[in-house]
Nanobody
Framework: QVQLVESGGGLVQPGGSLRLSCTASGSIFSSYAMGWYRQAPGKERELVAT???????NYADPVKGRFTISRDNAKNTVSLQMNSLKPEDTAVYYCYAIRAVVAGGLEQYWGKGTLVTVSS
């Protein structure tokens, strides 16, 4: 079992920056691929960014060039640096972890989310 806890959300003006952090416990963090998702009220949850256990990253088109995902395996953390924020970035942001298991299938875990509000 893996527990994920997000932090760093808050209120920021358009064009500003925030850094989100996710801390994992309960397993070997370095073996998991990690990601950030977000969900605005009344909308579907959408992928924001992913990072593999080896550090390879991918980003959704709306955040490319503005957001950066990173991980520190020694500290069991994954972060999302968000720059040039726009009102449409307003959402609850969720940390996600996934790993293939020998018994078959995947282990998947979600954090409870942290709210980011971009408004003037």
């Amino acid at each position: 079992q893996v527990q994920l806890v997000e932090s760093g959300g808050g209120l920021v003006q358009p064009g500003g920056s925030l850094r989100l952090s996710c801390t994992a416990s309960g397993s070997i963090f370095s073996s998991y691929a990690m990601g950030w998702y977000r969900q605005a009220p009344g909308k579907e949850r959408e992928l924001v960014a992913t990072i593999t256990s080896g550090g390879r990253t991918n980003y959704a088109d709306p955040v490319k060039g503005r957001f950066t995902i990173s991980r520190d395996n020694a500290k069991n953390t994954v972060s999302l640096q968000m720059n040039s924020l726009k009102p449409e970035d307003t959402a609850v942001y969720y940390c996600y972890a996934i790993r293939a298991v020998v018994a078959g299938g995947l282990e998947q875990y979600w954090g409870k989310g942290t709210l980011v509000t971009v408004s003037s």
